[in-house]
């Protein structure tokens, strides 16, 4: 099936906010997005909708959309949100994952490691989100993990703009084998503590970049 225009406008106003074209607050208008992407306004007015529910853009009726920046409360309360999810979700993971889903996860770890060890941060989050969303699929309920999962690229263009914490890729790469380990002893309280631990260490990381960030940037969040 040939992509739509809606998807094409989608796609890449999602990448050029997660990369950094489109920078935080700026103003996006629906004239300016269309002479841009070369498409007609009614699929960027429908791209624009997606990516407010997403949380990526702030909606204006009057003035059109801004890019979201997230301030710290904004932070904690997306990332407390992110671990109540796992909680949910990890028990189940942990009864219906097979040994061999799990060898296939542990594949997709390799991916983030290697990507961790070579410093690739955008790499590395594409690896980690293909982890996580092989990993809460086998909870078999799509409707929390959807949750997770129109979080990430609100995340991701958070991550890539503030950067990662010294060590905090390889800690996570190490949270990812013990939580492998742990399912593979079908220990789903275990797992479920890893989980959650890491997306608060996660969250800690993240915070702490976000406060250390210059005066300016920090008033331009709010």
Same mark, same amino acid.
């Given at each position: 099936m040939a992509e739509s225009a809606e998807d094409r406008a989608l796609a890449a106003i999602r990448r050029?906010? #997660?990369?950094?074209?489109?920078?935080?607050?700026?103003?996006?208008?629906? $004239?300016?997005?269309?002479?841009? !992407?070369? %498409?007609?306004?009614?699929?960027? @007015?429908?791209?624009?909708?997606?990516?407010?529910?997403? =949380?990526? #853009?702030?909606?204006?009726?009057? @003035?059109?959309?801004?890019?979201?920046? !997230?301030?710290?409360?904004?932070?904690?309360? %997306?990332?407390?949100?992110?671990?109540?999810v796992l909680a949910l979700l990890i028990p189940d993971v942990a009864r219906n994952v097979s040994d061999a889903d799990i060898d296939a996860l542990a594949a997709l770890d390799a991916r983030y490691a290697a990507a961790g060890k070579a410093g690739d941060a955008r790499a590395a989050m594409a690896a980690n989100e293909a982890f996580h969303t092989a990993l809460l699929a086998h909870a078999r309920n799509p409707d929390a993990a959807s949750v997770m999962a129109r979080t990430w690229a609100l995340v991701e263009a958070t991550r890539l703009r503030l950067g990662f914490g010294p060590g905090r890729l390889s800690r996570s790469v190490e949270?990812?084998?013990?939580? !492998?380990?742990? !399912?593979? $002893?079908?220990? =789903?309280?275990?797992?479920?503590? %890893?989980?959650?631990?890491?997306?608060?260490?996660?969250?800690?990381?993240? %915070?702490?970049r976000a406060l250390g960030a210059p005066p300016s940037a920090r008033r331009q969040r709010k």
């Open positions: 050029a906010i #997660v990369d950094g074209r489109y920078k935080p607050g700026a103003r996006l208008t629906v $004239a300016a997005l269309s002479a841009d !992407l070369g %498409l007609s306004p009614m699929p960027v @007015r429908t791209a624009l909708r997606q990516l407010a529910g997403e =949380g990526l #853009v702030e909606a204006d009726a009057h @003035r059109g959309a801004r890019v979201r920046a !997230l301030s710290p409360a904004e932070i904690r309360n %997306l990332y407390r949100l992110r671990a109540a949270s990812h084998r013990a939580l !492998l380990a742990a !399912l593979r $002893a079908r220990d =789903g309280k275990r797992a479920t503590a %890893l989980m959650v631990a890491s997306s608060d260490n996660a969250m800690a990381d993240l %915070l702490e």
